[in-house]
């Protein structure tokens, strides 16, 4: 076991800390609430383990940054929200396209465009999928606690180096701003993944920084490694990294892409069930509002309604296996979220059984309470 | 010695520009100041973006990255900070590196960031079918200003030299000569440099102002050009319609990652 010490800190501050932990040594970002306290964390503490901040010019750049910084062999991650998660889309694709690990942290707030500055929202959910052009998958990690700030970063760092591709921390305001004791466990050095380096040996002949024969990406160097040279580009390419835009690759890179994160989603999901085991009522929620779930099931329970909780840790890949088996326990599901039903439109298109899903949204810029997720049930329920 | 051939790709050619296309040049230029240099292939990294001269990587032999529409200069950021033992190039052209992109270019310059950008300015957007740009100059015809242009146009050299850029200079396609030795002399600077190279897009700036073949087009910016010592001696209203070539500034300072090291120093635990 690493050394573990107790700290109390907010959610921002332990995302920092994760990141280090994970062996993130470099940062690029433009400060926007709520999710600046990264920035300054990230400031204050990477210089201190011999990495590096730099605040760019907007987060336009600070994303094109950190797929430079990654190429180089670095751990990379930015921190936004709302407005800066809609710059940062053309180079996510970049990152999935170029196959460069890297997190970005989305500190969600109420929106569109400035929205309620900076009050808590869940809107950026389809976004973090969906938000850059073109058919990829991607991965997304939601933190309910501040634990999960810590922790899951270091799992975020993991996956995006695993699978070589972007990964979304999508934390909200609730969680980036809520204080609480957190357990900082150093990673044992097992715990801890790295992108996967050619075999010893490996000539510049054989190597191929791509591989669209499966579905797991290939080993790569960081730029500047003593024997091989590293190509990487935005435009559909082949093994050598080269442009190749012929049917047949476009075909098969897009294919790849989907199917390099959907193939593991075993490997990828984590979902938390709480009081589900004689559940007929399921509540689904991720992120801050899990919060409030679990509250209205403890709720429910005291009225004698065997309600129960799925939690979505990852959000993408969504976790279809955990949310149908859910659909098939339950007559009635709640979807619980801070914004107009964007997670429940997932969860009805795998609603094979008949079962009725019922929305509890909010979207005024605070965060849903217990009873209005029970109100919410009882409104819809049959 | 070596050859400029040692740092190339053989078996992408030929290659994608038109005849007459000045980018050939730069690509040359670069390979050439590679060899001159003797530098092994592995300390260099070369990042484009995307525009007809942003597929210069496609001919280099050395690693490279290719990015998004304006943010070379951004990436470039992130590969000479997470890896400071390299030489980093950033190959763009006008509408790339200084319009989509020129925020990043005046940021890049003020922070003294240790890379070499080389601007390849054809005056307009080559790649997209010739419309005009920020360097596309005043009264000049492209595919979206049939009508003449009528916005002032940037010096690209002199918004380097405002914004903090430790080296910079320019040089015309007419004279390769010059390209090699600005490039060799940025690449040798630690710190933010800029190369531009007035070059020549026979097919879209130079048809729409009837600026004849690339050969003519070529000469007409030699015939444009004024040295740095000339310069000195002419009044603004001469210096009027003139390109003024050579070493425009050479004043090297600490660049960003010698400055953040001596922060990394002092407070290191790790
Ligand atoms: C975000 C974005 N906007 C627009 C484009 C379309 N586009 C591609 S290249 C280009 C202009 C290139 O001009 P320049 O940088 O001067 O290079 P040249 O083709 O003249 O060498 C444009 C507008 C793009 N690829 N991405
Ligand atoms: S369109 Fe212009 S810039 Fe592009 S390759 Fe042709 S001549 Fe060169
Ligand atoms: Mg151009």
Not at chain 1, 133 to 153: F, K, N, R, T
Not at chain 1, 165 to 178: K, M, N, R, S, W
Not at chain 1, 300 to 309: D, F, I, Q, T, Y
Not at chain 1, 356 to 380: E, H, M, Y
Request: hydrophobic share 40%.
């Amino acid at each position: 076991m690493g050394k573990t010490v107790k700290k109390f800190m907010e959610g921002n501050d332990a995302m920092v800390a994760g990141a280090i932990a994970a062996g993130a040594r470099f940062f690029a970002g433009y400060p926007i609430s709520p999710s600046s306290e990264v920035a300054k964390g990230a400031a204050k503490e990477l210089p201190r383990h011999g990495g590096i901040y730099i605040q760019m010019e907007d987060e336009l750049s600070s994303m094109a940054a950190l797929c430079g910084a990654s190429l180089a062999g670095k751990k990379a991650f930015t921190a936004t929200s709302g407005p800066g998660f809609s710059l940062m889309q053309e180079n996510l694709g970049l990152a999935v396209m170029s196959e460069l690990p890297c997190v970005v942290y989305d500190v969600q707030r109420s929106g569109p465009s400035t929205g309620a500055a900076t009050k808590p929202a869940q809107g950026d959910l389809m976004q973090a999928k969906y938000g850059t052009h073109g058919d990829h998958s991607i991965i997304a990690l939601a933190p309910s606690s501040v634990q999960d700030c810590y922790d899951l970063s270091i799992t975020a760092f993991n996956l995006a180096e695993k699978y070589r591709t972007p990964v979304i921390f999508l934390a909200d305001e609730v969680i980036g701003h809520l204080r609480a004791t957190v357990s900082i466990r150093e990673p044992e050095p097992g715990e801890i993944i790295n992108r996967k380096a050619p075999a010893p040996g490996t000539t510049q002949k054989d190597f191929r920084p791509y591989d669209y024969s499966g579905n797991m990406p290939a080993p790569m160097v960081g730029v500047g490694d003593r024997n091989l040279l590293m190509r990487t580009t935005g435009s559909t390419h082949d093994e050598k990294g080269e442009f190749r835009p012929t049917p047949e690759n476009i075909d098969r890179v897009t294919h790849y892409l989907m199917s390099k994160i959907e193939d593991h989603v075993d490997d990828i999901t984590i979902t938390r069930e709480y009081k589900m085991e004689d559940a007929d009522t399921v509540l689904i929620s991720f992120g801050c509002s899990v919060r409030s779930s679990m509250s209205a099931v403890d709720l429910l329970r005291k009225e004698g309604v065997k309600a129960g909780m799925l939690e979505l840790v990852t959000v993408w890949p969504m976790p279809e296996k955990q949310i149908r088996k859910a659909l098939q326990q339950a007559k009635n599901v709640v979807v619980v979220e801070l914004n107009m039903g964007q997670l429940a439109g997932e969860v009805r298109k795998y609603n094979d059984y008949g079962c009725n899903v019922i929305q509890a949204n909010r979207t005024d810029g605070v965060l849903i309470t217990p009873k209005q997720v029970v109100d919410a049930l009882k409104g819809g329920m049959k | 010695m070596k050859s400029y051939k040692d740092y190339m790709l053989f078996d992408k050619l030929p290659q994608t520009w038109c005849a007459g296309c000045s980018h050939g040049i730069v690509l040359q230029s670069i390979a050439a100041v590679m060899a001159e240099l003797d530098v092994d292939k592995h300390d260099m990294a070369l990042v484009s973006g995307i525009g007809c001269f942003g597929r210069v990587d496609d001919y280099l032999d050395i690693n490279c990255m290719h990015v998004t529409h304006g943010r070379a200069l951004a990436a470039a950021t992130g590969v000479a900070l997470g890896n400071p033992n390299l030489h980093v190039l950033c190959t763009m052209g006008d509408g790339d590196g200084t319009t989509i992109g020129g925020n990043h270019l005046i940021h890049a310059a003020r922070r003294n960031i240790n890379v070499t950008a080389i601007i390849s300015n054809n005056y307009n957007y080559g790649q997209t079918g010739g419309q005009y740009s920020a360097t596309t100059p005043t009264h000049s015809i492209t595919q979206t200003s049939p009508y003449g242009h009528i916005e002032d146009n940037f010096d690209i050299c002199k918004l380097a030299i405002a914004a903090g850029a430790s080296y910079v200079g320019r040089a015309t396609a007419y004279n390769p000569v010059m390209i090699r030795k600005l490039i060799k002399e940025g690449m040798q600077v630690k710190g933010f440099s800029l190369i531009e190279v007035m070059s020549a897009c026979p097919t879209h700036y130079g048809k729409f102002n009837k600026l004849g073949e690339a050969a003519r087009m070529l000469k007409l910016m030699n015939e444009q050009s004024v040295t740095v010592a000339q310069a000195a001696k002419m009044s603004p209203e001469e210096l009027k319609g003139k390109l003024v070539v050579g070493v425009l500034k050479n004043e090297p300072r600490d660049d960003y990652y010698t400055e953040y090291a001596r922060i990394i120093e002092a407070q290191r635990i790790e």
